[in-house]
């Protein structure tokens, strides 16, 4: 392994080659440490995490705060009152990665006013060795650099910057970290739980940067998952939400291989009264199996997000997506036979290099055809080391504005048809806290994920209730609880 612990440049020649002691518990030597602070200013250390980006992100910030809660820590309300801060940051689009250089700006006034704040930026955006080139270079006052990769070894990093090293860059290549199992997680509430089923990409759709950010694709063992599963469902968690980049090809790199199908089937075998909701499907290892599965599994959610990326089948297979439109809508009118009520969601890429009107046109086409529940829409955002960051791109911003904005238009027009349609019915939520449209209001979704907003008591929040629908508004519907605060 190899941990940089550098002057102002991150060059190989810079590199102190650190074996780690096998021996050695990190986490346990800084929490002696703050023990020691504990004791002498009466106040434990605080930290503060910021989460870029995906689920995916979400979840590993769960392991970082994990990490830091054996470590002695407890967390700050904010940044101004922490001991130390760290920024989980996203490298998908450019827009997230300013984002987070917009806001590492605010580290440096924070330092002044606190010498012994210790800083750090992880995650995707970091495993790029260009960006934490930049980061190293520019923003002086950042203590920790680390990437995906380094995440279990936070403990390790940040017991070095504590012991007297200047600044800890971690550029561990991708793919070497082992799954481990052992990182301890600390999850926010007990309504909803991300579960990660795997990690990694091995699909390298050309625009993308996660293979490159996120390593090889790697499958947990079925038997943790489970374990961890039931573990949350004891716990009184109502909604397990399933994680990988792509989890239809969960359990390929397991021996023996197992199939998301499978997984699944085991899942909704544990008893209990709670749902499983599972994201990213990629349309291409979306099987027949694996709808049938869905329609037989009865605490596996009626939503799909299957993300399409474009309707032009010359867009798909610049994009290397392994589909065509057809494909993709013949899938789509599978599932809608086999499980009633299903919704669909989706991701949509505009402006992929070389794409022109006719191409955007189709995928007008395929999204009226679809009627999605909703939609991610994304301006493509060129990414270094990609393959279509080489490609030309004739197309202006202008162009690309245009479509997104026309994209947007129609696809508020659909979801305003399918939240119109549910006015007068009834619905099962799983309630998740306060609503957004007044007081006594509370919030939740439905299996397909439509938001909830609607009147009922307090006490129904982790529970499911029967709600009657008798508004849509343009995010979400509203209604009252008729029945429900039964715990099932
Ligand atoms: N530009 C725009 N959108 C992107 N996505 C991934 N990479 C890019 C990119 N370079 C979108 C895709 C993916 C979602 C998570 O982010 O739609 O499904
Ligand atoms: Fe990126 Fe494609 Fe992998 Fe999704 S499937 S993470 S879009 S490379």
Redesign the pocket.
Known sequence: MIIYAVGTTVKKEDAINIIPNKGENFTRLVRDYNEDIFEKTGRQPLAFVRTFGCQQNVSDSEKLKGMLFAMGYAMAQGPETADLILFNTCA?RENAEERVLGNVGALKSLKESNRGLITGLCGCMMQQPHIAAKVHAHYPYVDLIFGTHALGRFPELLWRRLGGDKRIVDLEEACSDPLREDIPVSREGNIGAWVPVMYG?????T?????FV?GRERSRELCVILDEVKGLVEKGFKEIHLLG??VNSYGRTLEPGVSFSELLRRINAIPGDFRIRFM?S?PKDCTHELIDTIAECEKVCRHIHL?V?SGSDRILSA???RYTAEKYLSLIDYARGKIKGVAFTS?IIVGFPGETDADFAETLSLIERVRYHSLYTFIYSKREGTKAALMEDPATREDKRRRFDMLTQIQRRIGQDIYDSLVGTTCRVLAEGPGKTGQGMLAGRTEQGVIVEFEGDEALVGRFAEVSVTKAMLWAVAGKAVTGGSLF
Not at 201 to 205: A, E, K, L, Q, V
């Open positions: 998908v990409c091995d699909n390298f759709c625009y993308c940067v996660v293979p996120r980049q792509n990213t990629h993300p990326q994009m290397n997506r991701d």
